[in-house]
């Protein structure tokens, strides 16, 4: 009986932290999505023009009463020119450090050194004796 009481009570304590990190999350992304409108002089009305949405809608993602989806998340980053983990309030940098040319140039330039450390490896794995099975 304790031990379902224990493993109830890490339940409960879980979904309270879920639920905490889901408000906090919630409340930075109002907050940004508002500052970076108001940073760039738009209404709300313009913004959602862009988003093909209701400016009622749009002010609801504002004040927490509407959740936003993935989808107007990434057209609101694209929008601004950041990336979604800034308006979702997980980083504080506001430029886009991963759009598609740079991740294209990391990702490439990694490659290239994981090839060159497997071909160095590989050339001293050959340049090694091999020892005699007796």
């Known amino acids: 009986m304790t031990k379902k ?5 890490q339940s409960e304590n879980a979904d309270v932290t879920a639920k905490y990190d889901k408000a906090v999350i919630q409340s930075s992304t109002c907050l940004r999505i508002k500052q970076l409108r108001k940073k760039n002089k738009l ?3 313009n913004l959602a023009e862009f988003l093909g949405c209701t400016q009622q809608n749009y002010s609801r993602y ?3 009463e509407l959740e ?3 989808s107007v998340l ?9 990336s979604t983990d800034y308006i979702l309030g997980l980083t504080d940098y506001t430029d ?4 598609d040319e740079s991740f294209i140039r990391i ?3 990694k490659v290239e ?3 060159m450390k497997a071909m160095a490896d590989g050339m001293k794995k050959a340049g090694r004796p091999r020892k005699n099975k007796e």
């Open 68 to 70: 936003m989806s993935l």
């Open 5 to 9: 009481t224990t493993l109830s009570q």
């Open 96 to 99: 886009a450090r991963w759009n």
């Open 113 to 115: 050194e994981l090839k």
């Open 62 to 64: 504002e004040t927490g």
């Open 74 to 82: 990434e057209k609101l980053a694209f929008f601004y020119e950041t």
């Open 107 to 109: 990702a490439t330039s």
């Open 43 to 45: 209404s709300q009305k």
